[in-house]
């Protein structure tokens, strides 16, 4: 069994940010990240922005370099199943087991999801490989969906007008952005993304997904069906707290694991 002085669980921004805090601090340390994702840490805000809209801002822009920059060792494909506190070890689902000095829980938050086919033209918009498959989906012409009046909705919709692609944005409420902003400016930002051509549907949420040869078909919850090239959930996310809960550290009733101002679990060495 390989130990390491720090594990660091989840493979995303908190993931290399925790590697880089590690290397101000203390220089030879090793370091271990055990990440889910296929792809090593990268910036996600480009997923929905800048890769859409910047083309000055290429794939190879995307990774943060955590491994050069920190010496940090990166296992891929690599889910944590369980922490053993008292044995200092975590398991992984390849049926290894990893000791820890000190062990980092960065494993994020995962979408909300519908009644949905496990499906590549279905997409909670998340990872680099999301962007991935979106952008072929995504062709001049094609016909997307787009669920979710918050950040990831509003960001994909805005990004797929921008390239063509016919689409429709469903949300919740009367007017768009009218959660987060004053009436007038959600009256105005609405307008924007009318003016840009994008099917604006109100007052509606997705009820599930099916798919067929030809297109997958969104249905709403009036009833109403959309046959379409693909469909993007936006519908929010929830704190990933399984490792935390099973381990019985706290963690509070919003589902997010309690720490104190230095970000220590009811665990000194987590
Ligand atoms: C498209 C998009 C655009 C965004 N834009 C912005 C923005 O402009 N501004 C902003 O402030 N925020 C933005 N956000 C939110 C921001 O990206 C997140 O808050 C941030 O990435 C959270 O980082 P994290 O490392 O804590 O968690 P996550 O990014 O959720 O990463 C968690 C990682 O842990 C892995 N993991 C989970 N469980 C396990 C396990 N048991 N074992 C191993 N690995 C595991 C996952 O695979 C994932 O790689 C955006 C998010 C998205 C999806």
Redesign the pocket.
């Known amino acids: 069994m390989d130990t390491y002085d720090y594990v660091i669980?989840?493979?995303?921004?908190?993931?290399d940010a925790a590697a880089r805090g590690i290397r101000e601090r203390d220089e030879n340390g090793t370091i271990v990240v055990?990440?889910?994702?296929v792809d090593e840490p990268y910036t996600?805000?480009a997923?929905?922005?800048k890769l859409w809209t910047d083309p000055d801002f290429t794939d190879d822009q995307v990774p943060l370099g955590t491994a050069d920059d920190t010496g940090a060792e990166i296992r891929l494909r690599?889910?944590?199943t369980e922490i053993d506190r008292a044995r200092r070890t975590v398991s992984t689902d390849d049926g290894g087991e990893v000791g820890y000095r000190r062990l980092i829980l960065?494993?994020?938050?995962r979408p909300h999801e519908v009644d949905a086919p496990d499906d590549e033209r279905v997409l909670y918009?998340?990872s680099a490989a999301d962007y991935r498959r979106l952008r072929q989906l995504a062709r001049a012409g094609a016909r997307i969906a787009v669920v979710g009046g918050g950040?990831?909705g509003t960001?994909i919709a805005a990004a797929l007008v921008q390239n063509d692609v016919e689409t429709d944005l469903v949300f919740r409420g009367a007017v768009l952005g009218a959660d987060t902003f004053p009436p007038d400016l959600a009256a105005r930002y609405e307008q924007l993304f009318a003016d840009a051509g994008v099917h604006l549907i109100a007052n509606r949420r997705a009820d599930t997904v099916r798919a067929g040869d030809a297109a997958v078909v969104l249905v709403l919850d009036d009833g109403t069906e959309l046959e379409r090239d693909a469909v993007v959930l936006g519908l929010g996310v929830s704190p990933?707290a399984d490792?935390a809960v099973a381990a019985g550290l706290e963690v509070d009733d919003d589902g997010g694991g309690v720490v104190d101002e230095r970000l220590r679990t009811s665990d000194a060495a987590i």
Request: charged share 15%.
């Open positions: 669980v989840g493979g995303g921004m908190g993931a055990l990440s889910a994702d996600r805000p997923l929905s922005k690599t889910l944590v960065v494993t994020g938050s918009f998340r950040y990831i960001e990933v490792l």
